[in-house]
Each structure stands twice: as C-alpha cells, then as structure tokens.
C-alpha cells in the first residue's frame, strides 16, 4: 500500500496544512513530536522522544525536564501577558474576578509555598472539592507547581465518591469550600467533605476556601485552616517550580468504566502537556486576542484539559462560570459571551437541548458576534440539537467542531481542525482524526470494517495525551484498554468511517452510560442498587431522552420480606442520590421477580432494554426463563 492510500481521508480534500502535518505526524513521527514538543519551554531538554519498551506503559519524552506550570504561567509572565487576562470568572451568587497571568502566578505561588509549608512533597496526593471557583484552578496549578498530585471530584459528588476517592488515592489534603451556589441556593459542601473523612483516614488537612455570608461550616480544630489565612502565614514568595520529569504524574481523574469501581485515570507532566496545548491550538485555533468559554466543570476532564491546561499553555483568556445556564433566566451564557466578548465557545449537546426549549429569543437578544469558533463534547450530537446551535448561536455560518475525545485520551483525538486550516465539516460527523491519531474502525474479528460499517473505534499507535495507566491497578490499564484487540488502544466506543475518512461516533460499545453527557457504569449504579436492604438483585439499562441524550432505569428484584410500593421506591431513589450524587437520572425502578438471564446466570440487559423501548426483542434462545420478559412486558403495558 503506497503512503498516499494510507492516509485516512480522501485525496479530494486538499486541506492544507491539516493534511500535510497529519501525513508528517505518522510518517515522520520522531522528528514530528521533536518539533512540537520544542515549543514547549523544558527545564531540561528530552533526548529521546518516546520510551516503547514497557508497552503499553509508553512513556513520552522519559529523560526530559518539565512541570506544567512553567508552560502555563512562568512562560507568559516573562512577557507582556503579564498583564493580560488569565481567568475571568463569573458566579450565580454575584461574585466576579479577574486575574491578570501575573496574578494568577502570584496566588499560584501563595498556595504553592503554603503547601509546602504544611510539608506537602513531590508526589503526594491533594484532592479538591471546589465549585468552579479561581481556587480550584489555583489549587490545580499550586498542585502542579510543587509536584504533588491533584484530583479533582466533582462539587456535586457524594461524601462515600469522595471517601472511595481519598482512600484509593491515599490523599493526604483535601481542600474546599463552604458552598456552591445553585438556583439561589447554597448548597453546603464542607460538611460533605468533614462526613467523608469518617471514612478516610490518610488525610490530614483540610484547606477550606471562606465565602461570604456563610457561618455554618464548623471547623476540627488541628486538621481544618481556612485558605486566606494558610496564604497569608509567610509573606509572598515566589516558589520554582519543582522539576518534575515529563514522565512524572500531573493528576488523577477517577471515571466509570464496566465494572463498580471508578478507575483513577492519570496524566503525566510532559505528554498530557503538549496533547493539551497542541490539540488547543489545532482545534480552537486559540489566538492573544481570543477569550475561550467552556461550560464545563473543572471536575471532569474536559474542564481539565479546556479551562485550565490548554488555555494557558497557549496564554489564551479562559472564562468560567459558577451556575446553571437558565438560572435567574435562560440566556445567562449568551449574556456572558457578549459581556466578556468570548470568540471562542464549547459546550455538549445536553446543554444545547436543555436550552433550546425556551426559544430562540433568548440568544436572539444578545450581540453574539464576537463569535468564530463553536464546539461541542461529550455525547453525539443530534441533528436537531446542531441546528439550534448552528443557526442561533453561529449564524448559520460558523464551524462547530464535533470533538470526540475521552478522559483517558487526555484531549481530542477527532474534529475539525480549524487551527490547521481544517474546516471541513459534514452532517452528524466528528470530522478527521488529529495529527499524530492513527484512528480506525474494526469489527469484531478485529479486520478493518469496510466503508460506512459499523465497528469499534481503535487508535493504533501511542499519542502524547494519553493515560499512563490506571493508579494503583496495573492490570486494570490492560484488560480494559489493550486487550479486546492486540497491540491497539481500545476506547470502548462504537463508530463508521465513510470513503473520505471522516469518522461518526455512535456512542459506547461496553455497559458505560452518558447521563447529560457524564459517564456512569450500570455497574456502578447496580453495586449502589443491591446495597440497599430490601434489594437482591437488579439490572440497569439506559434509555432514551430528548434532552439529556439518556438517563437510566433499572429492574430490581426484592428480598423476601419487601413489598413494591411507590414509598420504597422513593428510598431507593434518595439512596442512590445519597451514593452518586445528583447525575444520575433514575426514571424509573420497574419492581420484578426474576430478572431476565442466560442460562450461565449473565444478566441480558440487551433484552430489558428492548422491551422498555417497545422494540422486538430478537434472539432469546440462551434465556433461562421466557416469563422473566413476559413479566416486565406486563409491568411497563400497566404502567404506561
Ligand atoms: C471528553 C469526554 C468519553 C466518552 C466517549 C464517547 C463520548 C465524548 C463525544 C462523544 C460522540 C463526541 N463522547 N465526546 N461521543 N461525540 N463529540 O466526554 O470524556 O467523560 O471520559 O467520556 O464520551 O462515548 O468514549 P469522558
């Protein structure tokens, strides 16, 4: 096969210099993420680029020197961008701050150093409990700066994921806040995190960010200190950065996979640096006068490697906002965009959907033409959804690009590229894998599916963004990633390519559900299901829905001795809310006998499913017993 049929889009689309760099990237690798990596500041330079011999264990530019956050703030503060906006923030409650790089360098020190104080070290684990607030990106970077480890959980967790978190990860800080606002109320957070530590011996601090008006939040005398006045303690001096190697961990992010525990997914100094900063610049074409709005939280990835790391690296303007969209009314985020003259702006399609049912006057009252980039993440888009974005928010003009990507893959892997001159778009597709992705779509055998079949989604050689492994299980990183199909990566997720190479994600090929676009495994929602007292077993499925793309529902069978009733259901609710926190959408919980099995005793989720959404149930010949569908046919019939 000549090189010019390698590359995986069609010659018709002369797309310079996407094209050309993307040829580059994989048949010239070596020189290729030489020349990139340089435009990264190293405190000592690699000599070797990448490291194969532990495969899959590969490890980027291994000998090199670099801490993220030289690249993120002490490159840009030696010039002009000193004074430029870094962070501008924006919450529900009124509040508002802007830092200069300048800024945000001093307070990054500020906290840096009184970690130290407290005898934080190079490789130890920080865990924060933050809202999108400047401390959590402070705390990221301070993390960052003195080489401990951070991982973040999402504000709206549970106290056991954030126990189940601090215990995997052996944290030895964990800092918050008082509260987070929502719809006008506060929501406590501290006494979230003080309910954890019951179960979470290795910490022993707890930082605590105080916000105004709030008296509730009870200090433990020792183990407790309020931010301002641990940065406060010694007068303002300015920490070096610690010279972490490129192979040395930047953070864990803990995401569902298949089975009931979160794995812990970490990202290294060096490589997750230059996929983020790269993948930056190709996608969002980020420039000195653009400001980047991403709705995200800083609790998942997309928040990580698009508020905080890929922004900065580029010495971009990152905006954030503390609240909901449609809180006090609708058109919050566009009245940002126009406010803070946001060019460049990225949000899912939940978000998109949830916003598109109060109309088009809403964005239709706010100047959104500053605007040049749109981007989507997080689930496939619908077309409906890409529409309203497309006409309401882009004019019928701008380019939306589609980014499929994952935690694991540290940024995005396919999408336009506007920032390589890429723009190609076409309806429900992702678009071209990046410079440097050899993506392709194979089938079950493993053989490459032809043209327009659907498949699995593999990346067959080493990128820079991607995971170092799964913290503290090995064999994890392994079997989940490298083993359905030797010697490529397996993202767990269905596709097609078409003739011109373009790649459509279908959406997760493994029992992993997308709620509003956050990642849930019905393992994880089951294990939390059978822990309730009067449940002995249960199956959960996700099924459709209009706005958050899909939302779960669950068949559970009683221990003797319980009855259903509308009651038990409620507890069984409030139970798993207690568990998960608020992300997961429960429809329903349909109470049977039996749940639908093979006769090897697997639960056949696939036919509950069919059955719940009204479609054929197809082959049940290896079902053990024939009435366990009958009976779930007859409660839903009843039900509807
Ligand atoms: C960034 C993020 C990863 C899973 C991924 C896929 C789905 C993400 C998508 C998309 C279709 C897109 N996904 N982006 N599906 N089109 N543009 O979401 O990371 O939370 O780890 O989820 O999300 O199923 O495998 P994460």
Do not use: C
């Amino acid at each position: 096969m000549s090189q010019e049929e390698n590359l995986p889009f069609n010659e018709k689309y002369t797309l310079p210099p996407y094209k050309e760099t993307y040829r580059r990237s994989l048949e010239d690798s070596e020189r290729f993420w030489k020349e990139q990596a340089l435009e990264l500041e190293w405190t000592k330079p690699f000599s070797k680029v990448l490291d194969e011999s532990n495969a899959p264990f590969y490890r980027w530019f291994p000998d090199g020197l670099i801490n993220i956050t030289q690249n993120a703030l002490d490159r840009h503060v030696k010039t002009w961008k000193t004074n430029k906006a870094a962070l501008i923030w924006e919450s529900e409650s009124g509040e508002s701050r802007t830092l200069t790089y300048g800024q945000l360098f001093n307070e990054v020190n500020r906290l840096a150093r009184a970690l130290k104080d407290l005898g934080i070290k190079k490789g130890d684990r920080i865990l924060t409990y933050l809202p999108l607030m400047p401390e959590l990106p402070i705390s990221l970077l301070a993390s960052a700066r003195i080489g401990a480890v951070h991982s973040v959980v999402f504000s709206g967790f549970s106290h056991q994921a954030i126990a189940d978190r601090i215990n995997d990860a052996k944290a030895k800080v964990v800092i918050t806040t008082d509260y987070t606002v929502r719809r006008g109320k506060k929501i406590p957070l501290k006494q979230v995190v003080d309910e954890a530590l019951k179960q979470a011996p290795s910490v022993e601090k707890v930082i605590v960010v105080k916000r105004p008006h709030f008296e509730d939040t009870k200090m433990t005398e020792g183990r407790d200190v309020y931010y301002h006045e641990l940065v406060s303690r010694t007068g303002y001096k300015k920490v070096e950065a610690e010279e972490t190697s490129s192979t040395d961990p930047l953070f864990i992010l803990y995401t569902s996979g298949t089975t009931g525990k979160p794995k812990g997914i970490f990202h290294l100094h060096g490589g997750y640096g230059l996929w983020t900063y790269l993948t930056t610049k190709w996608v969002f074409d980020l420039h000195d006068n653009d400001v980047f709005f991403n709705t995200a939280d800083i609790g998942w990835i997309t928040g990580h490697s698009y508020i905080v790391y890929g922004p900065l690296q580029v010495g971009a303007t990152t905006l954030m906002y503390e609240g909901v969209p449609d809180y006090p009314n609708p058109d919050k985020w566009w009245e940002l965009i126009e406010k803070y003259n946001v060019t460049v702006f990225y949000t899912s399609p939940t978000a998109i959907r949830s916003l598109m049912k109060y109309g088009e006057e809403w964005p239709k009252s706010h100047d959104l033409n500053g605007l040049r980039i749109l981007g989507s993440v997080g689930e496939p888009i619908n077309p409906e959804a890409w529409r309203w974005y497309s006409k309401n928010i882009g004019h019928n003009e701008l380019p939306i690009v589609d980014t499929w990507w994952q935690t694991e893959t540290g940024g995005i892997m396919i999408s336009a590229t506007p920032g390589l001159g890429n723009y190609m778009l076409k309806p429900s597709a992702n678009g071209l894998p990046l410079p440097g992705v050899e993506a392709d779509v194979i089938n079950e055998e493993g053989t490459r599916a032809k043209d327009r079949e659907k498949g699995y989604i593999v990346i067959r050689r080493p990128w820079p963004g991607m995971l170092a492994g799964v913290w503290g299980d090995p064999d994890r990183y392994i079997s989940t990633y490298w083993s359905k199909f030797k010697g490529v990566y397996y993202p767990g997720d269905y596709a097609v390519k078409d003739e011109d190479g373009f790649f459509f994600i279908l959406g997760r090929a493994d029992e992993v559900l997308k709620i509003a676009g956050h990642r849930i495994g019905t393992r994880e929602i089951e294990d939390v299901l059978i822990s309730f007292p009067g449940v002995a077993e249960s199956a959960v499925i996700g099924v459709p829905d209009p706005v958050r793309g899909e939302v779960a529902v669950a068949a559970v069978v009683l221990k003797q001795g319980y009855e259903p009733s509308e009651n038990l259901k409620k507890q069984i609710l409030s139970h798993i809310k207690d568990n998960l926190g608020s992300l997961v959408i429960m429809k329903d919980i349909y109470f049977v006998t039996k749940l639908p099995k093979t006769r090897s005793g697997k639960i056949m989720r696939r036919l509950i499913k069919s059955v719940l959404s009204g479609q054929q149930t197809g082959d049940t010949s290896t079902l053990e017993d024939e009435t366990s569908l009958d009976e779930l046919k007859k409660i839903i019939n009843e039900f509807e």
